[in-house]
């Protein structure tokens, strides 16, 4: 299992690694920006991508578009602090993300995505 | 030619064949010379033998890349004096930095590959090279790093690669093509395959093929998108003068603010009234 973790904060990327990786084996890499992760996309060919909503240009929502259109196994989980706002989980999920993981980020959420997605199977 | 497995490989060796990976990627195009990045990438991929030419092949054999290269400085000089003495747009003085910053975009084999191909087509070889030169021109005074500003040519001589070698004024479907045939290329930073299927989003999201806005469009794909859209004014014989104004309306609706402030600041204000009408 390959997973890209993409957000601009080293804090917030840390500890989504933790917290992945005390619940299923998996190899990690990481990306800041948009750019950085379209680029990690294609030579890391993750299986699961862990995506910041707000990231620098362009954002999460444009490269979840972009990858969903050119990558069709790719499973995209959106992170978000804006999480109550519900045209964003309806433009997440309409443009083909798997999940929305709510900041701050609980382990138990984590857990319920891996469980869902059956990621540790 | 001979076949060399993959741990006797050297930096400086020259590949004979192009070797795609099992989705079909290219990892490494024939007539590339071997890098340690490369022949790491290689053994990711788990790649065994590869062929390269031998020294004596190469020697023997004629650069087939030279011509295209040269051809492109040649027209680049025209263009530019076209620019100054018609368009009324002050490159003057960063002439000599654009042409050193676009010739060693020309280094970049498929950029080569390009500009051989679309050399064919006159407008097609034209557009590219002179909207390299007014987007080198606009990273010269943004004061981007050298880095950068040969990425941003890279990027402007290859927005339109997804044509086919024909320039062709409606197509909608060029963005996506030249975005796949970058991407797969590995030899290619994956801006500049971004800033090709970006180049004709606009920045209040009218634009196509996502219909991407502000914060969805990367920076150079705005300035790209801004000496696109002029130069497709000019191509259509719009008078120069009618071409910058209309461009130059459009901000905040097709264009980022920030990029149409740096397009008018290369205007030669003083000479806009004397240059000649409707040049093709």
Not at chain 1, 88 to 104: F, M, R, S
Not at chain 2, 43 to 59: G, R
């Amino acid at each position: 299992m390959r997973i890209l973790i993409v957000d601009d904060s080293l804090l917030m990327r840390t500890q989504l690694k933790d917290l992945f990786s005390s619940v299923l084996a998996a190899e990690f890499e990481e990306a800041v920006s948009g750019i950085e992760a379209l680029e990690k996309h294609r030579a890391f060919r993750p299986h699961v991508i862990i995506l910041d909503y707000i990231i620098n240009a362009p954002d999460g929502l444009a490269v979840l578009k972009i990858l969903s259109r050119i990558d069709k196994k790719v499973k995209i989980v959106m992170t978000t602090t804006l999480s109550k706002q519900k045209f964003i989980y309806k433009d997440c999920l309409e443009n083909g993300a798997v999940a929305i993981l709510p900041k701050p980020i609980t382990k138990e959420n984590v857990l319920k995505i891996v469980t869902a997605l059956k990621l540790n199977g | 030619m001979r076949k060399v497995a993959i741990d006797q490989l050297e930096e400086g060796m020259i590949s004979d064949q192009t070797v795609y990976n099992d989705q079909g990627l290219i990892l490494v195009a024939s007539g590339v010379t071997l890098t340690k990045f490369i022949i790491r990438q290689l053994k990711n991929f788990d790649i065994e033998t590869v062929s390269v030419k031998d020294e004596a092949d190469w020697v023997l054999e004629p650069n087939p890349s030279a011509s295209p290269t040269q051809m492109t400085i040649a027209a680049m000089k025209d263009i530019t004096d076209e620019i100054v003495d018609y368009r009324a747009i002050g490159i003057k003085k960063n002439s000599t930095a654009i042409e050193e910053i676009v010739s060693s975009a020309l280094d970049v084999p498929f950029v080569q590959e390009f500009m051989g191909t679309c050399v064919k087509d006159e407008i097609l070889f034209k557009h590219s090279i002179r909207t390299a030169i007014l987007s080198t021109n606009m990273g010269l005074i943004k004061r981007y790093s050298v880095e950068h500003l040969e990425h941003l040519a890279i990027c402007t001589l290859l927005h339109d690669c997804g044509m086919e070698s024909k320039f062709k004024e409606d197509d909608i479907e060029h963005p996506f093509l030249g975005f796949e045939k970058l991407r797969k290329n590995l030899d290619i930073g994956m801006l500049v395959a971004l800033v090709c299927l970006q180049h004709h989003e606009h920045y209040d999201g009218s634009g196509f093929p996502f219909s991407f806005s502000r914060t969805q469009i990367a920076e150079f794909s705005s300035l790209v998108a801004v000496v696109d859209y002029y130069d497709r004014l000019l191509i259509k014989n719009v008078d120069p003068r009618k071409a910058m104004f209309e461009t130059i309306e459009k901000k905040n609706k097709r264009f980022d603010p920030n990029m149409i402030e740096l397009f008018g600041s290369t205007i030669d204000w003083s000479r806009i009234f004397t240059i000649p009408t409707n040049i093709s």
